[in-house]
């Protein structure tokens, strides 16, 4: 099936891609009543499910396989099962990947204090459009300048999120005959506990805790004919992909760690986030239907400023 070539990992792991928002960033301390938080963050989104069926694709040749596209009477019978199986195998590697894309890319966010304990905020991430709020119910709620001796909070959080997901650029020979179309919109809902270094997180802060990811996934093909092949009898046959229509529910659980470490307008965030998930069960293009389960890991780094005016509020 021509030139052997490695696809896994270089492939997959280098991409700018299309990644769901789910590195948790804030601490307990929600930002103070009318005043804004502006950051940058660079993240990243290591998932077990994708690496483990890009592995299926390893010595696969895809513009070779996509030069048999509407070709009549030309294969055998045991070509055509061998190009099922790699296209199967495509297939697997192609979904996994949009359930869970493995990838890298910069998120840009804005955080205002519209009352007492509690913010919003949004957030583009990576082509997607993210929206939050976040009430703090344990700790002081005032600016650096305002002198308070705790310095532990907590709060709880809610992020929406939606995004269409491109394919990987692997498939793209492939793309005329498949027509993958992806989407998702996720619901995330973190606990957060922090610890102040210094007055109200004057030198930043540690933050952990749990959260709880809720994703609606879509993906759809059409039915097309892929090529032709001659059976033993010499009759014609085809090879076709499947129309597939799917909308799946996925909940993921894990945990998160955060950093917060500056003076008080401006700080760096390390972060890393955690998630372990079953997908469940999805449909081929070709072939048999697939079960997908796995961990994902999120870190991240970036900047924030704070800009704001005292405040005086206990």
């Known amino acids: 099936m021509g030139k052997m070539i490695v696809w896994a990992s270089a492939c997959v792991l280098v991409l700018q891609s299309c990644i769901a928002p789910r590195s948790v960033l804030n601490s307990g ?15 990243g989104n290591i998932s077990t499910a994708p690496i483990q069926r890009a592995k299926e694709l390893i010595g ?15 294969l055998s019978t045991a070509d055509a099962q061998l190009l099922n199986q790699n296209i199967e195998s495509i297939g697997r ?8 894309p493995i990838g890298a890319g910069s998120q840009f966010y804005l955080r205002y204090g519209v009352i007492n304990r509690m913010d919003i905020g949004y957030k583009y991430a990576s082509g997607a459009h993210v929206f939050d709020a976040q009430y703090q119910f344990l700790g002081p709620v005032g600016n650096v300048e305002d002198i308070t001796e705790e310095r532990w909070y907590g709060s709880i959080g809610v992020q929406y999120s939606g995004q269409k997901i491109s394919i990987p650029s ?22 957060t506990f922090s610890y102040s270094f210094g007055n109200e997180e004057e030198y930043g802060s540690i933050a952990m805790g749990i959260v709880g990811n809720y994703s609606k996934f879509n993906y759809s093909t059409f039915n097309t004919d892929f090529t032709s092949y001659l059976n033993p009898d010499g009759s014609v ?6 129309a597939v229509n799917q909308k799946s529910d996925i909940f993921a659980y894990g945990g998160f760690i955060n950093l917060k470490l500056g003076y008080k307008y401006v700080y760096v965030l390390p972060a890393l986030s955690f998630y372990y998930q079953d997908y469940g069960q999805f449909q081929n293009i070709i072939g048999n239907d697939f079960h997908l389960k796995g961990w994902t890991f999120v870190p991240s780094i970036g900047l924030r400023a704070r800009i704001g005016k005292s405040s005086s509020n206990k």
Do not use: C, E, H
Not at 29 to 43: E, S
Not at 93 to 100: E, G, L, P, Q, S
Not at 237 to 242: E, F, Q, R, V
């Open 93 to 100: 590697a192609a979904i996994a990947y949009a359930v869970d």
């Open 60 to 74: 696969l040749n895809i513009d070779n396989i996509a030069s048999y596209q509407n070709m009549v009477d030309t």
């Open 237 to 242: 046959n085809t090879l076709a992909i499947k």
């Open 29 to 43: 301390k929600v930002t103070p009543k009318d005043n804004f938080a502006a950051g940058w963050q660079y993240a």
């Open 170 to 191: 692997w498939v793209t020979p492939l793309q005329n005959a498949i027509n993958f179309d992806f989407s998702r919109r996720d619901v995330m809902v973190p606990l």
